[in-house]
């Protein structure tokens, strides 16, 4: 799959668009580099629409303030970017938050905000340019979703439940969209280095272990996984086409891990749990 440009009718060269949420910083950001360094035209959408501007400023890119959680908004920007370009040829669902606690100390509050942006933003990403893919006859939907949505990962039950329920949205929208030319990935990164580490619950009651996301995360993996290096599996991911991007190797090995005996898995979890609570 060439990531650069392709020839309209009239025989003019013209380049890739893409969407990508949570484009300010983080996972996104490192995604709008690659996209653009492919030749691709990119807009980073964020709620921040401060950091949106610096990723676009940096990388050549247009940027858009979106909130995920506005139906309307998601499908005005998909909208006005094929209205602009006559095509969108990638849409990277990948805006999110982290949530942490243990489940007797969080709050409705917390399982509804998660659901909101981490699942619902997705839904509303598809339910706007899944159509327009369809018209085209071509495109690419890649939903970011996590190994926690591979695994049994506990202390964040909100966000495992989201990333679970993206893992297969994408799975069963893949099979249906392979009849109208439509491709759809979901990725699975394990712990990455990203800011949603330093910013769990973001405007929600604090949880000891989400003030500790990313002390625990380090002593759950050690050195965490660049973003970078994590937008490179991701296109590399794109560009095969593959249903599942899990990365890094690590995060691969527990997937497998989890296949060949969930019971283990869970075991292995709980041990994690009386680690990480002394």
């Given at each position: 799959?060439s990531?650069?440009?392709?020839r ?6 013209r ?8 484009g ?5 950001r490192a ?11 990119v ?5 921040d ?8 400023k940096?990388?050549?890119?247009r ?7 506005d139906?309307q908004?998601?499908r ?6 094929r209205r602009?370009?006559?095509?969108l040829?990638f849409?990277?669902n990948n805006?999110g938050?982290?949530v942490?606690?243990?489940a007797?100390?969080?709050?409705l509050?917390h399982?509804?905000r998660t659901i909101?942006?981490?699942l619902?933003g997705?839904?509303h990403g ?5 159509p327009?893919?369809?018209?085209q006859?071509?495109g690419h ?9 591979l695994?049994p ?7 495992t439940?989201?990333?679970h ?5 994408s799975?069963?929208?893949?099979a ?15 712990f990455?280095?990203t800011p ?5 619950n973001?405007?929600l009651?604090?949880?000891a ?5 990313r002390e ?5 993996m050690g ?8 937008a ?7 560009a ?8 890094p190797a ?9 296949r060949l ?9 709980a041990?994690a ?6």
């Amino acid at each position: 799959m060439s990531t650069t440009s392709n020839r309209s009718s009239g025989g003019a060269a013209r380049p890739r668009t893409a969407i990508v949420t949570g484009g300010a910083s983080g996972i996104g950001r490192a995604l709008c580099r690659e996209l653009a360094r492919r030749g691709v035209h990119v807009v980073a959408a964020d709620l921040d629409a401060a950091g949106a501007e610096r990723t676009a400023k940096e990388f050549g890119c247009r940027s858009a303030a979106l909130d995920v959680t506005d139906a309307q908004a998601v499908r005005d920007l998909v909208t006005e970017v094929r209205r602009e370009h006559g095509r969108l040829d990638f849409l990277f669902n990948n805006a999110g938050i982290a949530v942490g606690g243990t489940a007797d100390e969080l709050t409705l509050d917390h399982w509804d905000r998660t659901i909101d942006v981490n699942l619902r933003g997705v839904v509303h990403g598809v339910h706007a340019a899944y159509p327009v893919m369809i018209e085209q006859g071509r495109g690419h939907i890649v939903n970011t979703a996590s190994l926690a949505g591979l695994t049994p990962a506990p202390l964040m039950l909100p966000y495992t439940a989201t990333k679970h329920a993206v893992v297969g949205l994408s799975l069963a929208l893949r099979a249906e969209a392979r009849a109208h030319g439509v491709r759809v990935s979901v990725v699975c990164p394990g712990f990455t280095d990203t800011p949603l580490l330093d910013h769990a619950n973001p405007g929600l009651p604090q949880t000891a272990t989400g003030a500790a996301a990313r002390e625990s995360a380090t002593r759950t993996m050690g050195r965490l996984y660049s973003v970078d290096s994590l937008a490179e599996d991701i296109m590399r991911g794109v560009a095969r086409d593959k249903a599942l991007i899990v990365a890094p190797a690590s995060g691969r090995m527990a997937w497998r891990g989890v296949r060949l005996s969930p019971a283990a898995a869970v075991r292995v979890a709980a041990l994690a749990v009386r680690r990480l609570r002394g």
